[in-house]
């Protein structure tokens, strides 16, 4: 069995073991690519600052080199050649002085007049820079910055200038170029990749050689044109250029890594105020890959382990725990039989108890009926000498010559009484009489009267109001005269038996007619029956009365007879406040058509 459960549990724990490695590698990949972002970020910091402190070396160099009297006199006198030759020489000394690539003076037209490389080959004197931005920019706002590929030297280099006026409104631009290159050479040793990218994705400075002068994203037509115009990248060729990303540029910056030229990289950016620039840092992730790798290895296999450990001490305690509940089982197997046999001991008891109870009831019931068979005979031998005495009062009536008014009196209510008992006989004659079982045309009021007169003197005799009301007059219904009857001596009979401990107990025979039906309701204002003994009211044996008083017989016998008419017989009732009897006849019509079907 124990193997049977490793086999089991093994795909399981498997299973377990590749999701708890999974859901680790991904968190710990995750935390790597978030610690490589922190990184990224802190040297985007320190890189941003180490470009602004590069440039802001030179950001006053011009501002201050116009204050010199060399510079304005060569800017008023032009045509000189000893003032230009002092103001190249000017220039050459403090670019030297300052470490700045270049430093020149340009005349309102955009032509240089002077320059620090006035004695090399590739000198700026004389050349046409007016349709640089760092010129007009000068020119209209008195300031200027640019990042371009020298058109003269062909190396790139930025251009910071400043406006030089005079009061006569002569005006001259003075331009120094600083050479970035040196960050280049630094950013070459780094782990990451470093590089800038101009307000249009062109990245002008990186580490990484490949990215020199190519797109981060797709360049449109307007860029194009307007570095065309510039003449920002002489001699890179940009129509050959092929994006860096091709993802969307707003998934750049959601902290996944992106493809960068066939590389996953996380690319990390921030924006360089006043040049409008991007600084751009980027690094392999193929380090958080193998740092996810490991740490899913190391949790699959804990977890593998501590699943192997687990279910050995599981099934340690689990055979312990199977032979104590062997032991208990055998218990309880034992207490069970016990009870069992205990309960098959109660149920004899009970069985033989309503055994006897309904032996009892059979022999009572057998004492009733030769009753009523004396009763019948008793009745039959009664009613003759009654008749005769009636006959004997009325004659003596009709004979006396000289009749007493009081004795007339007195033999008229003996003669009441003898039709009175003879009216009953008649009715426990007719009662007591065998029904042939035929279905005929019954009078459902017939019925009703016949059975009020039988229980009559039972209601006078216990103080019950016994009532009746009718609904016009009731069409005939299929059933048995004698068997109706005895339906409806039976719910009288109940009924009266439930009211007799009440001094205000009343109990109403009402009937009326629906389309389909006569329906007599036989109302008490009794004790009630509650929910369960409504449930059981129909079971053969089962009486709501006092023990002795009853054989439980009368209600099933009652259900048969009116079953066999087509017929319903339901009982409303509500503890303390009383029961309802519901007899539902169809019409001898409906019933007639009902058998034919």
Same mark, same amino acid.
């Given at each position: 069995?124990?193997?049977? +459960? ?5 795909? !399981? ?17 995750g ?17 941003r ?36 030759? @002092? ?6 000394? !403090? ?46 706002t ?16 930025y ?12 005006m ?17 040793q780094?782990?990451?990749?470093t ?13 990484q ?18 570095i065309?115009?510039?003449?920002r ?16 540029? @707003? ?13 996953? +990289? ?11 620039w ?6 392999p ?15 699959? +296999? ?98 006396a ?32 009489r ?37 609904d ?5 219904v ?6 109706l009857?005895q339906? +409806? !001596? ?8 439930a ?17 389909? @039906? ?28 006092q ?9 099933s ?24 009897a ?16």
């Amino acid at each position: 069995m124990i193997r049977a +459960l490793q086999t089991r549990t093994s795909p !399981v724990v498997l299973c377990f073991a590749v999701l708890v490695a999974a859901g680790a590698g991904f968190g710990a990949y995750g935390v790597a690519i978030g610690r490589i972002a922190d990184r990224l970020d802190q040297s985007l910091t320190l890189t941003r600052r180490s470009i602004e402190t590069e440039i802001d070396r030179f950001r006053y160099l011009p501002e201050v080199a116009e204050q010199d009297i060399r510079i304005r006199q060569a800017i008023m006198d032009p045509q000189s050649a000893p003032l230009i030759a @002092a103001a190249n020489r000017y220039l050459e000394g !403090v670019a030297g002085a300052s470490a700045a690539d270049q430093l020149y003076l340009l005349d309102q037209s955009g032509i240089a007049i002077a320059a620090s490389n006035w004695n090399t080959p590739d000198s700026f004197v004389g050349s046409d820079y007016s349709f640089r931005p760092y010129f007009t920019d000068a020119v209209a706002t008195g300031m200027g910055r640019f990042y371009a590929i020298g058109v003269t030297t062909g190396r790139p280099g930025y251009f910071l200038s400043s406006r030089v006026d005079f009061a006569d409104g002569t005006m001259a631009v003075l331009v120094v170029k600083i050479d970035l290159a040196p960050l280049q050479a630094a950013w070459r040793q780094a782990a990451v990749d470093t590089a800038i990218a101009d307000a249009d994705g062109i990245v002008f400075l990186s580490g990484q050689p490949d990215w020199l002068y190519q797109p981060l994203f797709k360049l449109g037509p307007a860029a194009r044109a307007r570095i065309a115009e510039t003449r920002r990248y002489d001699g890179a060729d940009l129509d050959a250029a092929m994006p860096l990303v091709t993802v969307d540029p @707003a998934k750049l910056d959601d902290g996944r890594p992106v493809d960068v030229m066939g590389r996953p +990289l996380l690319v990390r950016r921030v924006a360089m105020a006043p040049e409008d620039w991007q600084v751009i840092l980027a690094s392999p992730v193929a380090g958080a890959w193998r740092t996810a790798l490991a740490v899913a290895a190391i949790f699959g +296999l804990t977890t593998i382990v501590s699943a192997l450990f687990m279910q050995t001490l599981f099934q340690r305690r689990r055979l312990v725990d199977m032979r104590l509940r062997q032991g208990q089982l055998l218990e309880q197997r034992v207490a069970q039989r016990t009870r069992e046999l205990a309960a098959e001991i109660e149920t004899r008891i009970a069985a033989e108890t309503e055994l006897k109870g309904a032996q009892d009831a059979l022999i009572h019931a057998e004492k009733m009926a030769a009753l009523g068979r004396m009763s019948a005979a008793i009745v039959h031998e009664i009613s003759q000498p009654l008749a005769a005495m009636e006959a004997t009062l009325a004659a003596a009536t009709i004979g006396a010559t000289k009749p007493d008014p009081a004795t007339l009196k007195r033999i008229d209510a003996a003669r009441g009484h003898i039709r009175r008992m003879l009216r009953t006989i008649k009715h426990l004659k007719s009662f007591s009489r065998k029904d042939t079982g035929t279905l005929s045309p019954v009078d459902m009021d017939r019925a009703i009267e016949n059975a009020v007169d039988l229980v009559r003197h039972r209601a006078e005799a216990i103080g019950v109001a016994l009532t009746q009301q009718s609904d016009g007059t009731a069409p005939p219904v299929m059933g048995g005269l004698v068997r109706l009857e005895q339906v +409806l !001596v039976n719910l009288l009979l109940n009924a009266l038996d439930a009211v007799v401990a009440k001094p205000d107990g009343r109990v109403t025979i009402s009937r009326k007619v629906t389309p389909d @039906a006569v329906i007599v309701c036989v109302t008490d204002n009794g004790v009630g029956l509650d929910p369960v003994a409504l449930a059981k009211i129909g079971e053969p044996f089962f009486s709501h009365k006092q023990q002795g008083e009853g054989l439980g017989l009368g209600v099933s016998i009652s259900q048969s007879i009116v079953e066999d008419f087509h017929g319903s017989l339901t009982y409303a009732s509500t503890p303390g406040a009383g029961t309802c009897a519901i007899l539902s006849m169809p019409h001898a019509s409906h019933s007639n058509r009902a058998t034919a079907a």
